[in-house]
């Protein structure tokens, strides 16, 4: 008997899906969630305008530009790469939508295609590089971070956007964005994280992100096609940077102006690592990144509410990356000794 | 070369021809022919640099040949990637397991070829195969779940196994499969090598125990810088006419061991233990003498050598040094008792890899390098640098080399010139020649001999079976964590793989063995 | 973070040829490919060239002679010494660098200017203001890195937060002003050296009085130390170093500390060029962070630790400062600030795909 028709004759095992794979929803997010609901909480109780529509509308438009690029970030991240572009590349996307929808009243879909197109196409430069061209991913996406900042300024000419067409407006923070109160851009985002979610989790190509940041010489050894991977997710990132821009142009005023993007790339990283994924890579979840983008959200709309200085977002931002990494750490190192 | 292929040709399951390959400027392999039989077991040996790992990585898709053929019973074919080997049946075992920490063992076993049932992964459908599988690798199925990285070293290389087994291989590659595991594991690997053999797989044996190819192997290739020197079915061979045909020449005599004069005891461990690792070691090393402590991964013995060394603490017992009761917490502490200690995996613990050989040879004792405190000169690191390259034969053009250029058998000269840039008193090493080549392999033990005669106390952990008989004035052997046995110098390899793996494999392996057993006093030992 | 990361075989010297038999050309262009420094010298040169020539032409709103050059070394003072902080922290491995030095200079420099201009302290008691207290922000870094484990990026994108947030809040958003730092904007002036100044072009005082100091001292810190010595080691492999003896964790703090030091010599650097304490002094754009990790990355540094010289970050510096006041002077405006992010962007690029390339050809750093 072959040793393939040796294991198929065994006893089939009751093993299902939640035998092998780990729990759906990890411990940092059941904290996260926890953190996130303590803060609603504390803030609904010394801020009662918080829990009001009008508050938690905006908020929640802020938020989903911050998880849907998130999402590629986390792909990213899980290869045990990075991407510090994006911020660039929202600039790109952004005035290059903007400036067409000034000059040729262009349809919705059209102005769509246009963002994810460019995005997808910023994304799979990174990818190529990073994937054939041995380098660190770091590096390389300062240098086109550089490059797509340099390309956004020329298409700027030194002045701001102005006069944008209401097209987008499906997305932004009015009446036209919002469906039975939620509004429109959030709910295309948590709609993303679950499929992305899903792809993680219960395909091939999914897990192979993970064997990829785990081990990636043995990836490539078992297999795996390493590089058209890794190009994926840097191309699935521009393509959601391109999204999130026509987001943030609806969200904003008529008048795009060249701060669009500055220092989002940290926020994104901030949101992905406060969720629970492991900048080494070969461990991450989108549903995290979900909640620490919220997280980081209520952080700055909090402060304001409460009429605190603004400025004071940014340390308590940098507070809860140091507990949510170091619980974390401190949870990775306590299960590997078990 | 097919003067020199004795095997009866029917069409072979592999057959390379002419290989070449370069890196860079240097020629890894000049000229490699090697032919496959379906449903044996082909052995293939050579030094560290002789072209063995870059044939492997050829016939595995990691690499593509320069020129040469590859044919598949009969059939000219192309691989240019892992996933054309892999479609032609080739699996590999490094001896690295290549697995994923983050993920369960069964994601590890079914990376790359998962099951799918419409877009989405057949979780059930794979657990149902896992069964069978860890049970042929002698795993318990409860494992299937766990994550690879919390799991030891030695049940990861059983789930690599799993894994090559689990495509239903045609050629499967093991490299060093032995190097990690414990006899009891070895003849659960061996068993399954004949099952898979008897089913007609091929089995490509990589090893440096030559001892061992005679047990399992039934042809062996020799490969020295870069060429296939010949293959020959194994039985028309001696383990020392392999080796020589691995080294180019004659093996020298070893050099006799001076029976005589110890001096003071220097290292003394009473009752010493490492809860979980190794119980109640009662050993001494005195001043003069080279004690050897053989055990295998696993049995606890290069635990010992960390807790001497203050990597680790000891749960309870007494080490003395010269005498005097004493507790390392670090390995500072142990040096300034004058303990060094030569670490198990070169790459991993002791090389700095592209830093020069002055660096390497002098970061154990930067105090010397200046004499304001915390000062170094460049020109005191060259002075003791050169001093080494000459006293121990390495080989390099100058000190400021890289050591990853250098071979395995220089390498580990360099490392092992760190430890004797200050004069040790105790001097512990732990597999001082593992990946190392025959002859740089004879030089260091010469070292290790000379070192002894000057006085220096020497203990040597290892599990290479041959170097502990051959330069080892005592032999303690530990099995499981505790002290099994102990031996003079003149005892045979037969009673110490016994005492080692337990009396019942005692008989297995006396029949299996088809070396001639020497006292050791006497002659060369097979390595 | 590298993506494919593959093991060669140990490689016998027999199949090389030797040294002497390969041709001038061919050791030429190993050595421009493989030594940093030459490639960056040989850079440096053609800048210089270009400029020269587009000057000759007429393409330039202004003489880009060694005047100019020496004038715009004015901006090389905190990009060489970030340079170095970021230089001694990729060194060190296990993902080394540190996005907080701006941060850091922003908030030191705060400190420093109400040593300085509000409390009115001596100049000497808010240096050591500035350089204490960057040394401290530097050590928090460092206690996360290597007594908790912390990812290097993480705990400085982390302090990067809250060091930025810190200055804005304890200013109140205001730069200081008062009149001794105003008068302090001398110690930015440029001198005709003593002695054989009179034909030569005037220096920016900062590079005497800080650049040069900083330089060395690093430079000796990494190359006659036993300090630099171990830095190497643990960079290079911190399991070995910890069998060769070495206390990994507090050298691997002590070199966060020395970053966040140098950080606040920066602070104080970049108020007297600025005749005023401003809370986003390092954090306004894209931040001080990131050219400095560019120039440490151009300057021949390896990203996984163990590897890179200061002279690499001199000469980084000097083609990049350089590069831009040509720049400045071929595309005046904004134009020319604009071109300057494409040439330090393309220039990145191209540095690290070459620093792949050699990997490949010539095995091995």
Not at chain 2, 314 to 321: D, E, L, W
Not at chain 2, 423 to 429: K, M, S
Request: net charge neutral; aromatic share 6%; with cysteine.
């Amino acid at each position: 008997m072959s040793i393939d028709e040796r294991t198929k004759a065994a006893p089939p095992a009751k093993a299902t899906a939640r035998r092998i794979l780990p729990s759906p929803v990890t411990g940092q997010e059941f904290v996260l969630i926890g953190v996130i609901a303590v803060l609603w909480v504390l803030l609904g109780i010394f801020t009662p305008a918080f829990l009001t529509p009008n508050s938690i509308q905006p908020l929640l438009v802020s938020i989903a530009p911050i998880a849907l690029i998130g999402v590629g970030m986390t792909f990213v991240i899980i290869t045990a790469g990075i991407d510090v572009s994006v911020g660039g590349a929202i600039m790109l996307c952004a005035v290059v939508v903007a400036k067409t929808m000034v000059s040729a009243d262009v349809p919705l879909f059209v102005a769509l295609a246009i963002a994810i197109g460019l995005g997808l196409l910023l994304g799979l430069i990174n990818g190529a590089l990073i994937a054939y061209g041995r380098v660190h991913a770091i590096i390389i996406t300062f240098g086109t971070a550089n490059i797509f900042q340099f390309v956004a300024l020329r298409v700027f000419a030194s002045s701001t956007v102005n006069g944008i067409p209401g097209t987008l407006d499906v997305f932004g923070r009015g009446e036209a964005g919002r469906t039975f109160g939620v509004p429109h851009s959030f709910a295309i985002t948590v709609l993303v994280v679950i499929v992305a979610w899903w792809y993680l989790r219960h395909t091939a190509g999914g897990r192979h992100l993970f064997a990829i940041g785990g081990n990636a010489n043995a990836a490539r050894l078992a297999g795996i096609k390493v590089q058209p991977r890794v190009m994926l997710a840097y191309g699935l990132t521009g393509a959601l940077v391109g999204l999130a821009a026509c987001f943030i142009i609806a969200s904003g005023t008529s008048t795009l102006d060249q701060a669009v993007g500055s220092g989002k790339e940290l926020q994104v990283i901030a949101a992905v690592v406060i969720g629970g994924t492991s900048i080494l890579g070969g461990r991450g979840s989108v549903i995290g990144t979900l909640l620490g983008a919220i997280l980081v959200q209520t952080v700055t709309s909090g402060v304001t509410q409460l009429g605190w200085p603004s400025q004071l977002a940014n340390l308590f931002v940098g507070i809860f990356i140091i507990i949510a990494v170091g619980t974390d750490l401190l949870r990775e190192r306590a299960r590997r000794k078990s | 070369m097919s003067a020199e292929t004795t095997l009866a040709t029917e069409t072979y399951r592999l057959e390379l021809r002419d290989i070449v390959k370069s890196y860079g400027g240097v020629r890894a392999i000049r000229h490699a022919d090697i032919a496959i039989t379906p449903g044996t077991v082909h052995a293939l040996v050579g030094e560290n640099g002789a072209g063995k790992s870059t044939l492997i990585k050829i016939i595995a898709g990691a690499e593509i040949a320069d020129a040469g053929t590859i044919a598949f019973d009969g059939q000219l074919r192309s691989i240019s990637s892992t996933s054309d080997s892999i479609a032609l049946g080739v699996q590999t075992v490094y001896q690295e397991p290549q697995l994923f920490p983050e993920l369960s063992v069964a994601e590890n076993v079914f990376v790359g070829r998962e099951l799918t049932k419409g877009g989405r992964v057949d979780w059930a459908g794979q657990a149902a195969q896992m069964h069978g599988l860890l049970d042929t690798v002698g795993l318990p199925e409860s494992i299937a779940t766990s994550i690879v990285g919390t799991l030891s070293i030695a049940q990861q290389q059983q789930v690599s196994i799993a894994k090559a087994l689990a495509s239903d291989a045609s050629v499967l590659i093991l490299d060093e499969p032995s190097a990690i595991l414990t006899d009891p594991e070895i003849e659960v690997l061996f068993t399954v090598i004949r099952r898979l053999t008897a089913a007609g797989v091929s089995v490509i044996y990589i090893s440096h125990r030559l001892d061992e190819l005679f047990r399992i192997a039934d042809a062996v290739t020799v490969m020295r810088d870069g060429e296939t020197i010949t293959t020959r079915p194994i039985g028309e061979l001696s383990v020392r006419q392999i080796a020589e045909l691995m080294v180019g020449g004659v093996l020298s005599e070893s050099r006799p061991k001076d029976a005589g004069t110890s001096g003071a005891t220097v290292l003394e461990l009473t009752d010493f233990t490492r809860e979980g690792k190794f119980t109640d070691v009662n050993l001494t090393v005195r001043a003069g003498e080279i004690v050897g402590i053989y055990g295998l991964v696993g049995s606890g013995a290069s635990e010992i050598a960390g807790v001497i060394y203050g990597m680790d603490k000891a749960t309870s017992g007494t080490m003395a040094i010269d005498g005097t009761p004493v507790t390392v917490k670090r390995p500072s502490q142990a040096k300034k008792l004058g303990i060094h200690l030569l670490p198990a995996n070169r790459s991993s613990q002791a090389s700095f890899s592209f830093q020069s050989i002055g660096l390497n040879i002098v970061i154990g004792e930067l105090g010397l390098l200046g004499r304001l405190p915390g000062y170094a000169s460049m020109r005191k690191q060259r002075a003791i640098a050169d001093d080494f390259i000459k006293r121990l034969a390495i080989k390099t053009p100058s000190e400021k080399q890289p050591i990853s250029a250098m071979s395995g058998g220089n390498a580990q000269k360099v490392v092992l010139a760190r430890q004797l840039v200050r004069r040790p008193e105790l001097l512990v090493l732990a597999e001082p020649t593992q990946g190392v080549d025959v002859g740089a392999k004879e030089e260091i033990h010469r070292i290790i001999s000379g070192l002894a005669d000057e006085g220096t106390a020497v203990l040597v952990v290892t599990s290479d079976l041959g170097e502990v008989l051959r330069i080892s004035d005592r032999i303690l052997v530990i099995k499981a964590g505790e002290i099994a046995a102990e031996f003079t110098g003149d005892a045979t390899q037969v009673e110490i793989l016994a005492a080692a793996a337990g009396a019942e494999v005692d008989a297995q392996i006396g029949a299996d063995l088809e070396i001639e057993i020497i006292p050791t006093a006497q002659t060369e030992t097979p390595t | 973070m590298t993506l494919v990361n593959e093991t060669r075989p140990i490689q016998t010297s027999g199949n090389k040829k030797p040294r002497g038999q390969r041709n001038l050309a061919s050791r030429a262009l190993e050595a421009l490919l493989t030594q940093r420094v030459v490639l960056l010298a040989v850079l440096i040169v053609i800048v210089i060239v270009v400029m020269s020539l587009l000057d000759s032409a007429g393409r330039l709103s202004g003489p880009y002679d060694p005047d100019y050059l020496a004038s715009s070394l004015i901006s090389a003072v905190p990009l060489v010494m970030l340079g170095l902080a970021e230089l001694l922290v990729i060194l060190s491995g296990r993902g080394g660098i540190d996005l907080s030095v701006g941060s850091i200079v922003s908030l030191s420099g705060i400190l420093f200017g109400m040593a300085y201009g509000e409390w009115h302290w001596s100049f000497v008691a808010s240096l050591l203001v500035a350089v204490i207290s960057g040394g401290i922000f530097g050590a928090v870094n460092g206690v996360l890195v290597a007594y908790i484990g912390f990812p290097p990026l993480i705990a400085t994108l982390a302090t990067y937060y809250a060091y930025r947030s810190l200055a804005l809040v304890i200013s109140d958003q205001k730069p200081i002003n008062s009149k001794e730092i105003q008068d302090f904007y001398s110690a930015a002036q440029s001198i005709e050296l003593p002695v054989i100044g009179g034909s030569l072009p005037l220096v920016p005082l900062g590079i005497f009085t800080f650049l040069i100091p900083t330089a060395l001292i690093v430079w000796f810190l990494l190359n006659k130390t036993t300090f630099g010595r171990r830095l190497y080691a643990l960079g290079t492999n911190d399991t070995a170093a910890q069998w060769t003896g070495i206390n990994v964790r507090p050298n691997r703090l002590a070199v966060y500390a020395l970053s966040g030091v140098i950080a606040g010599l920066v602070a104080v650097v970049t108020v007297s060029q600025f005749a005023s304490a401003r809370p986003d002094a390092g954090t306004s754009g894209n931040g001080m962070a990131l050219p400095a990790i560019t120039i440490a990355v151009l300057g021949g540094v390896a990203i996984t630790g163990g590897i890179g010289r200061v002279s690499g970050i001199v000469l980084a510096t000097l083609l990049i400062v350089w590069l831009n006041a040509g720049i400045l002077l071929a595309l005046p405006g904004n134009d020319g600030s604009q071109f300057q992010l494409l040439a330090l962007g393309l220039v990145l690029v191209f540095a690290s795909l070459l620093n792949g390339l050699t990997k490949r050809k010539y095995g091995g750093i």
